[in-house]
């Protein structure tokens, strides 16, 4: 039996944008019926939240939209995650400073921008597929959050498809 590929998806802080995102991939793979060969997660480049669960507005957005993500703990991605059999195959860059954190991290990994993948973004500039940190906003910059993320879900499941 082959290993699962493996994608994770980054933010921050591990507790608004990675976590929708986790969530809705998640949500997409099991309705493939390929649970069993891809595993979904989410971490943040930064360590101020390990442990903690999503913020309440991403698990709220979440619930509004069929998904549960009250599973959520916050983790931080490092180096070492590479040094170990279940690195991940594909790392899911929220907003350009992230890419740039992740090629600095794990330089030989597959790093993309989440948004690279909706088909409605063809040929855009990498700052233009940020997904925007709604920490600051209202319950507003959730949705679009979600909305962005599942725009383009179907565009990663069919990448990850390819890959298996």
């Not at 959520?72 to 400073?97: G, K, N, Y």
């Not at 209202?138 to 565009?155: C, K, W």
């Amino acid at each position: 039996m082959t290993s699962p590929l493996r994608v994770t998806a980054v933010c921050s802080g591990n507790i608004c944008r990675s976590p929708i995102a986790e969530y809705v991939l998640r949500d997409a793979v099991e309705r493939a019926g390929l649970g069993h060969a891809i595993v979904v997660g989410s971490a943040g480049v930064g360590a101020w939240h390990v442990g903690e669960g999503a913020d309440r507005r991403s698990l709220q957005v979440l619930a509004k939209h069929g998904y549960d993500g009250s599973a959520h703990r916050v983790q931080q991605i490092t180096r070492s995650w590479f040094d170990r059999p279940e690195a991940p195959d594909l790392l899911l860059a929220m907003d350009s400073s992230h890419y740039d954190d992740l090629l600095r991290i794990a330089p030989d990994a597959d790093v993309r921008m989440m948004r690279s993948f909706d088909p409605t973004l063809a040929d855009v500039a990498r700052a233009d597929l940020d997904v925007p940190d709604p920490y600051c906003g209202s319950g507003d910059g959730f949705e679009q959050v979600l909305q962005m993320i599942e725009r383009a879900t179907p565009g990663v499941l069919a990448h990850l498809q390819r890959q298996l």
